[in-house]
């Protein structure tokens, strides 16, 4: 969803937003009953937690780090999930969040390719995605997140 700004050659390098330490779990992508179906396929063995309403994917911290790798990533190839992975995951760095009670689209700093882009190129893009997204955010609420200070607010949805 984000190939404007976003190459799938310059994700493949990265891979940052499919590893998580225990500071930033609550970013593991919302399973919906749809893709737990596709991860059972792929991985009959998977596990899963729930956190405030939300399905996640169990994940195993790493011997000796705190660090957790999602477990339908495939180091070399990337995410098994393939186009059928989580909206969270399609539409990341975007993320929806609740701002003093208004749903918002808002950038996390933590994706070293898109931070650095023109805030003006991301904001349009967001724009541009924001019915899809807020039309997501309704089918699945527990994608909204609270409003976190440092993550930039791009697009405030229109009442
Ligand atoms: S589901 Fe796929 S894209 Fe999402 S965090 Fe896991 S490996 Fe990454």
Known sequence: MLTKIL?????????????FDSY????TPVITDEVQSLALEIAPQQK??????????RMEREPDE???FCPMLDRKKGCMLGENKPFDCRIWPLRVMDFEGRRVIVLS???PTV???PVEEVKALA???APRIFAEADKTPEMV?????GYVILTVEKK
């Open 7 to 19: 190459s799938r050659a310059e994700c493949a390098k990265c891979q940052i937003c499919c590893s």
């Open 24 to 27: 930033d779990l609550w970013e």
């Open 48 to 57: 899963f937690s729930y956190a405030s309403g939300a399905r996640l994917f």
């Open 66 to 68: 705190d660090l957790y």
């Open 109 to 111: 700093p933590v994706c």
């Open 115 to 117: 931070f650095k882009k």
């Open 127 to 129: 724009d541009e995605l």
């Open 145 to 149: 997140k609270p409003y976190i200070s």
